[in-house]
C-alpha cells in the first residue's frame, strides 16, 4: 500500500522558518516527479514547488521564488520543503504528491496520483 506522510508543520510566527518533510512509502518514487501543494480555506489546491525524478529540475510559484526550497533524497524516498520568510498568506494544509506518470514536474493536481494526508501550517502576523 503506498503512503505518503508529512510532517514538520506548525504554528509559526511571520518571518519565521519552517521544515516539511514527506516520507513515501510502498514503492520507490525514485523515478517520479513529486510536488507540494497548498490548499487555503475557500481555494483552489496550487502547485507551489515541484521537482523532476533526479531533483535536478525546480518548479516554484511565484509567491514562493527565493524563499521556499524544495529538494529530495531519493534513497529515503523522501521529499523537503524549506520555507523560510514565511508570511501569514502562507497559511494553507500543504500536501505533498507523486507523478507516477511522470518524470517531469507536473502543474496540475490531476497529474498526481499519490497523497499525503496533509500538515497545516499557521503563519501568524
Known amino acids: 500500500q503506498v503512503q505518503l506522510v508529512e510532517s514538520g508543520g506548525g504554528l509559526v510566527q511571520a518571518g519565521g522558518s519552517l521544515r516539511l518533510s514527506c516520507a513515501a512509502s510502498?514503492?520507490?518514487?525514485?523515478?517520479?516527479?513529486m510536488g507540494w501543494f497548498r490548499q487555503a480555506p475557500g481555494k483552489e489546491r496550487q502547485l507551489v514547488a515541484g521537482?523532476?525524478?533526479?531533483?535536478?529540475?525546480?518548479y516554484y510559484a511565484d509567491s514562493v521564488k527565493g524563499r521556499f526550497t524544495i529538494s529530495r533524497d531519493n534513497a529515503k524516498n523522501t521529499v523537503y520543503l524549506q520555507m523560510n520568510s514565511l508570511k501569514p498568506e502562507d497559511t494553507a494544509v500543504y500536501y505533498c504528491?507523486?507523478?507516477?506518470?511522470?518524470?517531469?514536474?507536473?502543474?496540475?493536481?490531476?497529474?498526481?496520483?499519490?497523497w499525503g494526508q496533509g500538515t497545516q501550517v499557521t503563519v501568524s502576523s
Open positions: 510502498g514503492r520507490t518514487f525514485s523515478s517520479y516527479a
Open positions: 504528491a507523486v507523478a507516477v506518470g511522470l518524470r517531469r514536474i507536473g502543474v496540475r493536481p490531476t497529474e498526481y496520483d499519490y
Open positions: 521537482t523532476d525524478w533526479s531533483g535536478g529540475s525546480t
